[in-house]
């Protein structure tokens, strides 16, 4: 994506007004007079001659490179790694603080007894509570950005957000590490102060999580491709999407090595206790303040320029107003929005709209594009389990020392082994035999893997309860002999790995599908529709708490996978036709993607994302190919 280093801020009243370097940036981008929105590709890009433009035949001939890429911009990853790393060092045990209580013979902060198959606890609330509070945990950090990231491009701008987001899950990691005192404890007081740390680190989170990534993109300042020369007498170009891909691999690094502080964290609940696994998140979570002192002077800021997602409400409200409630899904839905149609109707004077008809088509064409991530609940439900059920199902297997929730972080050491091998691997060889496997097909194989995932699952769990001493009630508090089934844990790296792959095969077709279709003015909000479904995944794993529990775990496996492998048929005859069309598009690029010199249809406008409406400036450099691990 030509990520545009400097963006003007609209004069909305959402934003303050344009002052005398709003006006410098004005005359930096080209933007037309009495456009105060920035382009959505650098009119450089468009139609203007600049120093070092390639010719058509450079494009097709010269290899391309990445530009140089702001040593602020590899500090803003080890931002990432600091507050990814303080998350999912606390995300993995909240399971077992919860479910589980102070192992009798243990050391009072939480560990079990040295050489036995028990696992770290602490409140003893049972399977059904800490499946609830896991849930509910988990869909505020998904569902917040939904708000926080209105918030930002209306009101404080991403850097702002980010600043109180840390201090937020500051003060929560404060508040954690209290709620690990061996005092609080033993007299069962540990309760309140470790509620209230776990949804203020939510909040926290949430504030932090939508705005980082393009804060990083921001910073990306090859925007147009250049035709430059090496060292070694080369000629090549400076290609911003291939900046832009390099930039965003080691961010995803970042995220995936962060991920890995659930082994220290996991490591410590069973060998140490609760004190110094919640210390180790605060120990990550320290250099993050200092991190964003230095860079506050020295990153490229984009000024709070407005948002669409308030009038997208107000659309949705009108509709359903007028009864739009029963068209769901059938012609002249949308139309109950448009201007045009509630004067004909004579309702000007009762419904205020303050967007026109191509606006709510724009709102219908983003909806449309996101209609592809109603179907990853079930992937994600597969790939994790219903709810805490996979957690569940670790306390009743062999661990013999290793921690029952360090199996999880297979999830993530799969992504990271299995990039590579279809990145330089797979696809290029596809590619070489003239193989069309096009990004519908990539996300059927990605389902149909989840769903494999969720009978791995399955399979386990109905063994484990057939041979655990204590039978289906195996996941509860066992105290039969070993209190576990003669299966070792790592029989579960299998369906971790499975879905973590699978991961791999659905997200990155997906986004590009979804943004090259949603309309360039809309795409804040598909990023904030798409982490709204993980949020949907988890608000199904809360409201099944009561089920996630003994004798039912098989089924709580079972169940999903036989709905994955219904929806994966279901979603191949829905969107099958799209591969066709994106294999054209990819063919028939259109002249602004050549002279961006990108193959994918993403970033551009075209026949079926174009817009007259411009994008709000906060909006146009939105991520890309975001993963719900961020």
Same mark, same amino acid.
């Given at each position: ?195 209230? &740390? ?59 090595? !962060? ?36 860079? &506050? ?148 194989? !990605? ?8 009978? !791995? ?174």
């Amino acid at each position: 994506m030509a990520a545009i280093a400097e963006k003007v801020p609209s004069q909305s009243s959402d934003g303050p007004s344009a002052g005398p370097r709003d006006e410098e940036k004005l005359a930096m981008t080209h933007t037309p007079p009495g456009d105060h929105h920035a382009p959505y590709l650098d009119n450089f890009t468009m139609d203007e001659d600049y120093e070092g433009k390639p010719t058509e035949e450079e494009l097709k001939t010269l290899r391309r490179v990445p530009g140089n890429i702001p040593i602020i911009a590899y500090l803003i990853c080890i931002v990432e790694f600091c507050e990814r790393g303080s998350y999912y060092g606390v995300q993995p045990t909240i399971s077992n603080f919860v479910n589980r209580p102070l192992p009798e013979g243990g050391n009072g902060y939480g560990a079990p007894p040295a050489g036995t198959q028990k696992t770290a606890g602490a409140l003893g609330m049972g399977t059904v509570v800490a499946n609830a509070v896991a849930q509910s945990f988990s869909m505020l950090v998904y569902a917040l950005p939904l708000l926080f990231g209105w918030l930002a491009d209306a009101r404080t701008g991403r850097f702002k957000l980010i600043c109180w987001g840390v201090l937020v899950f500051g003060v929560a990691h404060v508040l954690l590490v209290g709620s690990g005192s061996k005092d609080l404890l033993a007299n069962g007081t540990a309760k309140a102060p470790f509620f209230i &740390s776990l949804y203020i680190l939510a909040i926290g989170a949430a504030m932090f999580k939508p705005n980082v990534s393009p804060l990083l993109l921001d910073q990306v300042t090859t925007t147009v491709p250049t035709v430059i020369t090496t060292s070694s007498g080369e000629r090549v170009i400076q290609d911003p999407e291939s900046t832009t891909e390099r930039v965003m691999l080691w961010f995803y690094l970042m995220i995936n090595i !962060g991920g890995f502080m659930g082994v220290a964290t996991s490591y410590a609940e069973k060998y140490v206790g609760w004190w110094l696994t919640f210390l180790i998140p605060l120990i990550l979570y320290l250099p993050l303040p200092l991190l964003l002192w230095y860079l &506050s002077k020295r990153l490229i800021l984009h000024l709070p320029g407005g948002s669409d997602l308030t009038n997208v409400f107000r659309v949705l409200g009108v509709i359903f107003r007028r009864g739009g409630l029963k068209k769901i899904g059938r012609k002249g839905f949308w139309e109950l929005a448009m201007p045009s149609n509630i004067a004909a109707a004579g309702l000007d004077g009762v419904y205020r709209t303050e967007w026109n008809d191509e606006f709510v088509d724009d709102v219908r064409r983003a909806f449309q594009a996101t209609g592809i991530f109603c179907f990853f609940p079930i992937q994600y439900i597969n790939d994790n389990g219903l709810g805490q059920a996979a957690n569940f199902l670790s306390t009743m297997l062999e661990t013999n020392g290793v921690p029952n929730d360090v199996i999880g972080n297979f999830n993530s050491l799969s992504i990271i082994a299995m990039a590579p091998v279809l990145n330089y691997g797979l696809y290029p060889l596809l590619r070489r035999l003239n193989i069309h496997y096009g990004p519908v097909a990539r996300i059927t194989t !990605g389902l149909a893997m989840s769903t494999l995932g969720g009978v !791995g699952y399955t399979i386990l769990n109905k063994y484990a309860y057939e041979q655990s001493p204590c039978g289906n009630l195996g996941s509860s508090d066992c105290q039969i002999g070993t209190g576990v089934a003669p299966i070792s844990i790592w029989w579960m790296a299998i369906p971790y790995a499975i879905g973590g792959i699978s991961e791999l095969f659905i997200n990155v077709p997906a986004y590009g599908i979804a943004y090259s279709r949603a309309p360039v003015n809309m795409r804040g909000l598909v990023s904030a529709i798409n982490l709204f479904n993980t949020a949907v995944a988890y608000a199904i794993g809360l409201a099944c708490s009561a089920v996630v529990t003994d004798p039912y775990l098989t089924w709580d496996f079972g169940g999903p996978a036989i709905a994955g492998g219904i929806l994966t048929v279901v979603f191949w005859f829905t969107f099958r036709h799209i591969d066709k069309e994106e294999y054209v598009m990819k063919q028939q690029k259109p002249a602004e993607l050549e002279l961006a010199g990108t193959s994918r249809n993403i970033v551009g406008e075209n026949d079926l994302n174009k817009s007259i409406n411009r994008p709000a400036p906060i909006s146009d450099n939105e991520e890309m190919m975001v993963s719900q691990k961020q």
